[in-house]
């Protein structure tokens, strides 16, 4: 028997709302439905939902008027930062699952409160890391997974190399110019390497505002070294670097570097999925084969020595699968009607944020700190 839909609610309309959880809603009727939206101040009638998507749905104004709707099953929070935790706290309290974007929450110890109530009272709580599932990312994982046997494998991995860069020299009118870069693309890069590497053993943060057309305290560039010694899984030292330079004149900019004993991988510009979901006229679009789909002008290429210790060949290596954040959706909507596995755990995301916090404390005191050990 088929189950049905789970009820849904999207706290907030910005560029989180309306690009990266309303459409998948929107796009899956057989496991959402779009029962409410939380808009404080709405221009029409059917506030900015009807007017970008066309259709019509209840407008909540106060996240008090959503806890106390009794159709609302989940709450996906995709407002302001600061908000996450308490937004999410008083959607668990009313016995809602919720759905928080990254940054799940600012400290360790509000993540942690928030496991606690949602294992209490049996709910699915997830946090939106999405690009799990970027193309070049998904691309880049097909590629560590070779056997040391193929002829293009890296051999043992020596460096890991991640970058968001951009170059912005002004600032938007959004409150992300106020949250921080490492919170704001930290959480994306931190958890790709964490998910793909583990836990580290020390931890290196350079972290800095490098414009001054913030306050003084809102970083906008950053580079984070996560240390791992030689051991099973790195018979080798191993070195991730995690970079976002927001002065960055660059195009494409690079996205990956990794090296290894055998070979190198190095990746330029970034998944197309988020600029396909601005553009596009009809969530049925991502459902389309078309859809989050990388050009070939972008492929990454892997350079590999011979056995001659001279001689490097080069080979395109495709992001042929297309990204799919509409995967986390699924998994989600399995989680809560079938008590899937979730592919996010609740604790990889806390650990984000442990790092988050570490870095902030090693760029501060200006020397590499130790990681506890789990």
């Known amino acids: 028997m088929a189950l049905s839909p789970i ?121 939106y890391q999405n690009r799990r599932w970027d193309s070049d990312h998904l691309a880049l994982k097909r590629l560590l997974s070779l056997p040391s046997s193929s002829p293009l494998s890296l051999g043992n991995l020596l460096e890991f190399e991640s970058h968001y860069d951009r170059y912005r020299a002004g600032i938007r009118s959004s409150w992300k110019d106020s949250a921080g870069a490492v919170y704001d693309l930290g959480s994306h890069l931190l958890d790709q390497a964490l998910k793909l590497f583990g836990r580290p053993a020390q931890i290196t943060a350079f972290i800095q505002n490098i414009r001054g057309v913030t306050k003084p305290e809102v970083d906008d560039i950053f580079t984070i070294y996560l240390h791992y010694n030689p051991g099973t899984l790195f018979p080798n030292q191993f070195t991730v670097l995690l970079r976002s330079h927001i002065l960055s004149v660059k195009s494409p900019q690079l996205r990956y570097a990794v090296r290894g004993t055998k070979g190198m991988f190095t990746k330029y510009g970034l998944d197309t999925q988020e600029e396909q979901l601005k553009a596009m006229s009809s ?52 989680a809560i009607r079938n008590n899937e596995e979730l592919e996010v755990k609740w604790a990889e995301t806390t650990q984000v ?22």
């Open 7 to 127: 009820k849904t609610c999207v706290l907030g309309v910005g560029l989180a709302g309306l690009t990266f959880h309303v459409p998948f809603v929107l796009a899956l009727p057989e496991l959402f439905t779009l029962t409410a939206v939380l808009e404080r101040n709405p221009q029409n009638p059917g506030g900015k939902v009807q007017q970008r998507f066309g259709v019509t749905t209840k407008i909540h104004r106060t996240v008090e008027e959503v806890v106390n709707d009794p159709e609302i099953e989940l709450v996906i929070v995709g407002t302001p930062n600061d908000t996450h935790y308490p937004f999410a706290k008083a959607a668990l309290e009313a016995g809602k699952h919720v759905l928080v974007d990254k940054p799940v929450t600012e400290t360790v110890k509000e993540a942690n409160e928030l496991a606690a109530i949602a294992k209490a009272k049996g709910l699915v709580l997830y946090g």
């Open 283 to 334: 969530v049925s679009s991502i459902l389309e084969p078309s859809y989050g789909l990388e050009p070939e002008s972008i492929y990454g290429t892997v350079e590999n020595i011979a056995d001659d210790g001279v001689t490097i060949t080069k080979t395109t290596w495709p992001s042929d699968a297309p990204g799919q954040y509409v995967g986390l959706f699924k998994n989600l909507a399995g």
């Open 353 to 374: 944020i442990e790092m988050i916090e570490l870095a902030y404390k090693s760029s501060a005191a200006g020397r590499t700190l130790e990681v506890s050990k789990v």
